[in-house]
């Protein structure tokens, strides 16, 4: 059924056109992924759509008796207003079924000796039976509870104001009142946002297996991975719709616009190889053709009527820029933490161990609340622990970047100057940094305070890659970057080769970068091997310590999991052909380009503080400590014990990426050759004959990186 049909909806905002003649349909069975850069107009739309905004041009059709449910981004709800209260507002419609039925009741008594009166009030009680059944009935008591316990509400919250909760708490209170409404569709702007990991999970399992028709602004693309069965993508004024499989909704969505946007080019080239052509005849005609000059005229207008064909556009300014290390990622530890505590209400961490080499990559991971950016500060030096040691090692350059680091920016300065500030970049390194960044021209002289936040997100990276550090603190670094701008932040932390750690939401991040997980839960600090995508087989399977499933797997090279600190067997294993992600030297080698920086000067444990991206306070004696408030249990508290995974050799680690680059390469020569094998292509000789050599070259490099890994297999591990 179709809830929702627009048709030629177009906005503008004074001279400034956002959209114009765009059109969809929202039907149940469907939900659909909203994307596109900031400032698209995808808020526009959703605000428009929701009756918020009036409608311009064009129109929209609703469904009769259809009722809409609606997440706005900033999830406002009545400060003044308990938990219990603000649900209570969902059952509004059930409350007055109920009232009814209570009046229905009492009238039935009064008229008994009446049969004619009886049998109408009897009707009239049936109907509303049966209306208040159809929305739940006596059940609503009962489905307020299933939906506190399914956002991590319990009966203690009920009765708390939400003034006091935090950004995720009010989101998951918006968004579990909306979903006790039933509505029959649903519209979300931005619903996981705040939310931490296995809420989302909860939701993205919600729609999935929900039938009605739901449309979702979302910039987490995991998350549209696995609900959307159709993405709308809103860029340059007009929005392009893609039938996407569920499960790999987005990554279809790429797959589809790539193909899309290189038969815009082709179709681009051919008009302008035509029209190249035409003018030709025109010109030759003029000069040495027919003295019929009616007939050149009427070629003449013949060609002017032919439509034109534009050249494909992109809105987006692209990142450009490498993030380099201050030296050279080697072997050995760029930081240690030995027995390090912090409590505040409740334990968050205790007796926590921590080694971190060199060009490693570690993702911390938990709850709201668990502690992973005021762990991530204590490492960073930038707030004292309880208790425990932390070094980071003699020469290490580091730095640190937190979420609220852009609201620290000098509002009164330039973008050019906010990056010179305390950083020790000369004004024209500064304008290069911003330039590349996608903040070139007349941007780089506008104050701060004239940016979006994505946009001084963008200033903040500037700063910190003039630091060029060797380790680095990153606290949700892709927080307002739209879905272009957090794949082009990607590519740049991928290509670096200092050492990392990472609190962040963003999954897609996370899978592409973390080598290990460390999993923060009710005061428990546990490290999952494999990436972030072994820790998500665990998350699924509820094989974590805390979540009450089944012990994690085993693997044949060990455990997946491990007990807080301890990172294995002490010593190298020195079995041949081994593999393990790489570090240093050799994920620098195994990325195009890579290189690796931002930062300053570190400390090593001798009080020495890290020029960082912002200096926070320090957390409040009540134990409130940014949107990490609350903890409990104690981080020694039991783990699974299992065979402890070897450490791996950088033999292991050049042979796990020479085989990454053998998969890459193999999967480019299969493109090719499926492009070879379209029958269309052979009406563009020239395109065939560039495919030829492209796949004779593509050939070659498989064979070459094979042969690269066959000879790593062999060698000793050392």
Do not use: C
């Amino acid at each position: 059924m179709e809830r929702l049909r627009f048709e030629a909806l177009g906005r503008a905002y004074g001279s400034k056109q956002v959209f114009e003649d765009v059109a969809g349909v929202l039907r149940d069975g469907r939900t659909v992924g909203l994307v596109g850069p900031n400032g698209a107009g995808k808020s526009s739309l959703v605000r428009t759509l929701v009756g918020m905004d009036p409608v311009e041009d064009g129109r929209i059709v609703r469904a009769r008796e259809s009722r809409l449910g609606y997440l706005s981004q900033t999830a406002n709800v009545d400060a003044k207003t308990t938990l219990r209260g603000l649900l209570d507002e969902a059952f509004a419609r059930e409350r007055r079924a109920e009232n009814l039925l209570r009046e229905l009741e009492h009238h039935i008594g009064d008229v008994e000796h009446d049969m004619d009166l009886l049998e109408k009030a009897l009707a009239a009680y049936g109907e509303a039976r049966e209306a208040f059944d159809l929305h739940g009935g006596v059940g609503f008591e009962s489905r307020m509870r299933g939906m506190l316990a399914s956002f991590d509400f319990d009966e203690a919250d009920l009765d708390r104001r939400t003034s006091g909760f935090s950004g995720g708490q009010r989101t998951r209170a918006s968004l579990a009142r909306l979903l006790l409404e039933e509505p029959d569709y649903l519209i979300l702007d931005e619903p996981t946002n705040h939310l931490d990991i296995e809420t989302v999970r909860w939701l993205e399992d919600f729609l999935i297996e929900d039938p009605r028709a739901s449309l979702v602004v979302s910039h987490d693309r995991f998350f549209l991975d696995r609900v959307a069965n159709e993405i709308w993508e809103l860029d340059g004024g007009s929005l392009d719709t893609y039938e996407v499989k569920r499960g790999r909704g987005y990554a279809d969505y790429l797959e589809q616009k790539a193909e899309r946007l290189e038969r815009t080019q082709r179709d681009y080239e051919k008009f302008v190889d035509e029209d190249k052509r035409r003018k030709a005849v025109i010109a030759e005609l003029r000069t040495h053709g027919s003295h019929n000059y009616s007939h050149v005229r009427s070629r003449e207008k013949a060609f002017a009527k032919i439509e034109r064909v534009e050249a494909p556009q992109t809105s987006q300014a692209q990142i450009n820029v490498k993030l380099q290390a201050a030296r050279r990622a080697t072997s050995g530890l760029a930081l240690r933490a030995r027995g390090v505590s912090l409590a505040y209400a409740a334990p968050l961490f205790t007796k926590l161990d921590l080694d971190v080499q060199r060009g490693e990559r570690i993702a911390i991971v938990g709850p709201n609340g668990a502690g992973k950016s005021t762990l991530l500060r204590v490492l960073a030096s930038d707030i004292a622990a309880d208790g425990g040691d932390v070094a980071i090692q003699t020469g290490i350059k580091y730095a640190y970047f937190a979420q609220d680091s852009a609201d620290d920016l000098p509002a009164t300065m330039t973008a050019a100057e906010a990056v010179a500030d305390g950083t020790g970049a000369h004004d024209q390194g500064a304008r290069g940094l911003l330039g590349r960044l996608g903040l070139g021209g007349d941007a780089v002289d506008k104050p701060v305070s004239a940016f979006s936040g994505g946009e001084r997100r963008r200033i903040m990276l500037a700063r910190l890659m003039a630091r060029s550090a060797d380790l680095l603190f990153l606290d949700e670094p892709t927080n307002d970057l739209d879905i272009p701008s957090r794949e082009a932040l990607e590519s740049v932390l991928a290509g670096y080769g200092g050492a990392m750690l990472v609190v962040s939401h963003d999954r897609y991040l996370l899978r592409r970068l973390a080598d290990r997980v460390l999993w923060l839960r009710d005061g428990k600090a546990t490290f999952v091997d494999g990436g972030y995508e072994r820790f998500e087989e665990l998350l699924r399977a509820k094989a974590l310590p805390g979540m009450g499933g089944a012990e994690p797997p085993m693997k044949n090279n060990g455990a997946a999991v491990k007990e807080n600190g301890k990172s294995g067997n002490d010593k190298p294993s020195g079995g041949k052909g081994a593999r393990q992600e790489p570090t240093g030297d050799a994920r620098a080698a195994a990325s195009n380009g890579r290189s690796g920086g931002t930062g300053k000067s570190s400390g090593n444990g001798n009080g020495r503080e890290p020029e960082s991206a912002s200096d926070e306070a320090a957390p409040p004696s009540n134990g409130a400590s940014g949107n990490d408030s609350k903890g409990n249990g104690s981080a020694t508290g039991t783990v699974p014990k299992f065979e402890k995974p070897a450490r791996k050799t950088p033999t292991e680690k050049a042979l796990a990426a020479a085989e990454r680059e053998v998969a890459r390469l193999d999967e480019e020569r299969a493109r090719l050759e499926r492009e070879f094998a379209d029958p269309t292509v052979y009406e563009n000789h020239a395109r065939v004959a560039e495919l030829k050599a492209a796949l004779a070259k593509s050939t070659a490099d498989v064979e070459a990186a094979f042969a690269r890994w066959e000879a790593l297999s062999l060698e000793p591990s050392v």
